[in-house]
C-alpha cells in the first residue's frame, strides 16, 4: 500500500470516528437515554398509557414515557395500519418524518464536521505535495545519487591531477579501510574543496560519486535554513541519520559557506538559526556519537570566512585547493570537452591552451561550446580554428554588438584611443604581446586592446606594473595629441590605473615609502566579516602616500607621451587601418609598428563543406591572457 492510500485510510478513520463522536455527544445532550424493546413491548406500554409522545420515521420509532426521564426505541412491521389508532386512542402525541428527509437532516447535521475533515484532508495533501514540503520541513533534503544515472569518473576531470590524487585515497579508504586500519590509520571524516568559481569542485564530488560505487548524498548548504527556527538543525541530524543508514557512503554539500559562517558573524546573536545549524554539524562530525564510514565531502570559494571549529582536524581534515589549470591542464579540459565535437584539421587545441592563461574550466567549456555554436549558425559539418578564435575573443571580451551605431567622430576618438594603447604596448618593454585591438563595440566597452601574456603569470614585477600604467595612460594621450581633446572614455583606464598605483604604494611596497603596507584590512564580523579598509597611518603618512600615487601616475604619463610623440606616423597608420578594418590582429599591428604593408586579410568561411585548409593563413598561435587589460572604453551612461 503505496504512501497516498494509507494516507486517505487515515483521514478517512478519522472522519468515521469524529462523526460516531458527535453522534454519542447528541444523544448524550439531549438528556434522555433510550432503551432498545420489542414490539409487543411497545404495545403493552401503549395500553397501559406509559408512553407520552412517539416519533415515527419509516419503520424506527422513537418514544418519550411520561415519566420524563427516559425514552424507547423499536421497529415497526410494514403493514400494521392499527398503530396510529391505537396510539389516538390512548392520548400519544404522534410525530410523522419522511424517511428520505431524515437522511438529508442528517447528513445537514453532520455537514460542518465533514467539511472540516474534507478541508482538513485536501489541505494536508496540498501542503505535502507542493513544493515545499511544508509538514516535511524537517526532513533532509539530500538527493542520493541512484546507480542507474549517467556516471561521472575521473576520465572526465583533468587539469587537476592532485586535487584527483588526494580524492584517489579517499575512495581507497572507503573500499579497503582494513588495509589503513590495521596499521592504525583512521579514515578522514571529511574533505574540503576549496578553489575559484569554475575550476570544478562540484565536478570532483560527482566524479568521485561515480568511482567509490558507493551511496552518494548531494545537498546544498542553502537546503538546510528555512524560516522555521531549528529546521536547520533537524535537517543535518537527518541527513547524518540517513547516512549511517546507508554507510559507507559519501555526503556532498556544496557551498558549505552558506551554512557554515563564522558564529558571531551575523546580527541575530547566539540564537541566530544559521548558528544553530552549524552547531549541529560540528556535533554530528565529530560528537560523542561516531559517524564511522560517513564521510563528509564539501565544497567552497570562501574558505575565509568559514567557522575555525569547522576546518580543524577531526572534521575536515583535508583541505584539497582546486586551483585554475596550466597549460597543461587547460589542452587536457579541451580534449575533455571536445571529444563529442568534429574538429577540423586545423584545430590546435595546444595552441588554444597557450591562449588561454587564466582560463577555469568552466571558462574553456564554455568557449568550446560557443565555438560548435559558431559552426552550426555557418552551416558547418565541422568546427575550425576560426570558430575557436571566434568564440575565445566573445568569452575574453565580451560579444559583438553590430546594433550599436556610432558616429564618424566616435569612431574615430575611439581608433585613435585603441592606436594608443596599442603602440606603446608595443613600444615598451616587459609589456604583454598585443593580441586584439578593435574598435567593433564590444560587452561594455566602446572598443578594446586586448594584450595576452605568453605564459601564466604568477607574480608581477615593479617594471611591469609601471608599463602597465604607462599604457593605461596611452589612450588619454592619444586623445590630447592627435585629437586635441578628452572624452569620458579614458575614465575606466584612469580609474584602474589610480587603483593600482595605489596597490604599488600601499600592499605591495614599490614606492619611496619602502616596504610598509599602510591600511590594515579589518573583518567587520558584525556584517557577515566583510573585508573593509581601516586607516592605521597618520595625515602626514596620507599625504606623502597620494603624492607617490600621483607620481607613478605621471612617470607613467610621461612614459607613454614620449612613445606617442616619436610614433605619429605609426599613430596615424593604425588609427586609419582600425577604422578601415574594426580589427587588427597581432600580425597586422606588428607589420604597422615595423612600417611594413599590411598582409591580405582573407574572408572567413561561411557554411557548406568548409575545412580548415580555407582560413589556414588568417589563423595564428595566439600568445594570451593577461592579469590586466588596458583599453576597455566603458560606454558613456
Known amino acids: 500500500m503505496n504512501s497516498t492510500v494509507k494516507t486517505v485510510v487515515f483521514w478517512l478513520v478519522i472522519i468515521l470516528a469524529g462523526v460516531l463522536l458527535w453522534q454519542v455527544l447528541k444523544q448524550g445532550t439531549s438528556g434522555i437515554k433510550e432503551q432498545d424493546i420489542n414490539f409487543s413491548q411497545f404495545l403493552d406500554d401503549v395500553n397501559q398509557t406509559k408512553v407520552a409522545a412517539v416519533t415515527v420515521t419509516g419503520a424506527e420509532v422513537h418514544g418519550k414515557y411520561k415519566d420524563g426521564n427516559s425514552g424507547f426505541h423499536t421497529t ?32 445537514l447535521n453532520f455537514a460542518p464536521l465533514i467539511l472540516l475533515g474534507a478541508l482538513w484532508f485536501f489541505m494536508i495533501r496540498q501542503m505535502q505535495t507542493g513544493g515545499n514540503k511544508a509538514l516535511s520541513f524537517g526532513k533532509s533534503r539530500a538527493r542520493l545519487l541512484s546507480m542507474n ?18 580524492l584517489k585515497e579517499i575512495i581507497e579508504f572507503l573500499r579497503e579501510a582494513q588495509k589503513f586500519q590495521k596499521l592504525g590509520g583512521r579514515i578522514p571524516k571529511g574533505v574540503l574543496l576549496v578553489g575559484p568559481p569554475g575550476t570544478g ?16 548524498f548531494s545537498i546544498s548548504g542553502s537546503d538546510f535554513v528555512e524560516m522555521f527556527v531549528g529546521v536547520g538543525a533537524s535537517r543535518v541530524r537527518d541527513l547524518f541519520e540517513q547516512g549511517k543508514k546507508n554507510a559507507p557512503c559519501i555526503i556532498f554539500i556544496d557551498e558549505i559557506d552558506a551554512v557554515g559562517r563564522h558564529r558571531g558573524a551575523g546580527l541575530g546573536g547566539g540564537h541566530d538559526e544559521r548558528e544553530q545549524t552549524l552547531n549541529q554539524l560540528l556535533v554530528e562530525m565529530d560528537g560523542f556519537e561516531s559517524n564511522e564510514g560517513v564521510i563528509l565531502v564539501a565544497a567552497t570559494n570562501r574558505p575565509d570566512v568559514l567557522d575555525p571549529a569547522l576546518l580543524r582536524p577531526g572534521r575536515f581534515d583535508r583541505r584539497v585547493v582546486v586551483s585554475r589549470p596550466d597549460v597543461r591542464g587547460r589542452e587536457e579540459i579541451l580534449r575533455v570537452h571536445s571529444r563529442k565535437i568534429p574538429l577540423a584539421d586545423d584545430v590546435d587545441l595546444s595552441v588554444l591552451a597557450r591562449g588561454t592563461p587564466g582560463f577555469s574550466g568552466a571558462d574553456l567549456a564554455n568557449m568550446v561550446n560557443e565555438a560548435a555554436l559558431n559552426a552550426a549558425r555557418q552551416n558547418r559539418k565541422v568546427v575550425l580554428m576560426y570558430d575557436f578564435e571566434v568564440s575565445k575573443d566573445k568569452v575574453l571580451m ?83 595629441i592627435f585629437l586635441n581633446q578628452m572624452s569620458t572614455g579614458a575614465g575606466n583606464d584612469i580609474e584602474r590605473a589610480t587603483e593600482l598605483a595605489r ?57 607613454a607621451k614620449h612613445v606617442l610623440e616619436t610614433g605619429t606616423d605609426v599613430m596615424h597608420a593604425m588609427a586609419k587601418a582600425l577604422l578601415e578594418r574594426e580589427v587588427l590582429d597581432a600580425i ?19 557554411g557548406g563543406n568548409a575545412t580548415g585548409d580555407d582560413v589556414q593563413q588568417v589563423l595564428r598561435p595566439e600568445p594570451s591572457r593577461p592579469g590586466l587589460q588596458p583599453g576597455e572604453r566603458p560606454s558613456p551612461a
Open 398 to 480: 565580451g560579444a559583438e554588438r553590430k546594433s550599436m551605431l556610432l558616429t564618424d567622430d566616435e569612431k574615430k576618438v575611439t581608433a585613435y584611443h585603441e592606436a594608443g594603447h596599442a603602440l606603446v604596448a608595443a613600444k615598451l618593454p616587459h609589456a604583454d604581446p598585443l593580441h586584439k585591438v578593435t574598435i567593433i563595440p564590444r560587452g561594455m566597452a566602446l572598443g578594446v586592446t586586448m594584450q595576452l601574456p605568453e605564459t601564466d603569470k604568477h607574480n608581477y614585477t615593479r617594471d611591469y606594473l609601471e608599463t602597465m600604467l604607462a599604457i593605461m595612460m596611452g589612450g588619454r594621450l592619444a586623445e590630447e
Open 201 to 216: 569542485k562540484t565536478l570532483l564530488a560527482r566524479a568521485v560519486a561515480g568511482e567509490a560505487n558507493v551511496p552518494f
Open 503 to 559: 596597490q604599488m604604494v600601499c600592499e605591495y611596497g614599490m614606492s619611496k615609502l619602502g616596504p610598509l603596507t599602510f591600511g590594515k584590512k579589518e573583518e567587520q564580523i558584525f556584517l557577515g566579516r566583510e573585508i573593509s579598509q581601516h586607516r592605521d597611518y597618520s595625515e602626514d603618512t596620507a599625504i606623502k602616500i597620494d603624492g607617490e600615487v600621483r607620481r607613478l601616475i605621471q612617470e607613467g604619463y610621461d612614459k
Open 588 to 606: 597586422e599591428i606588428k607589420a604597422l609598428v615595423e612600417g611594413r604593408p599590411m598582409p591580405n586579410r582573407i574572408n572567413p568561411p561561411s
Open 76 to 107: 415497526v412491521p410494514p403493514n400494521y395500519n392499527d398503530m396510529y389508532k391505537d396510539l389516538r386512542d390512548k392520548g400519544v402525541n404522534i410525530t410523522v418524518k419522511d424517511n428520505q428527509g431524515s437522511s438529508w437532516q442528517w447528513i
Open 149 to 166: 544515472q549517467k556516471k561521472v569518473t575521473f576520465k572526465d576531470v583533468a587539469g587537476v591531477d592532485e586535487a584527483k590524487e588526494e
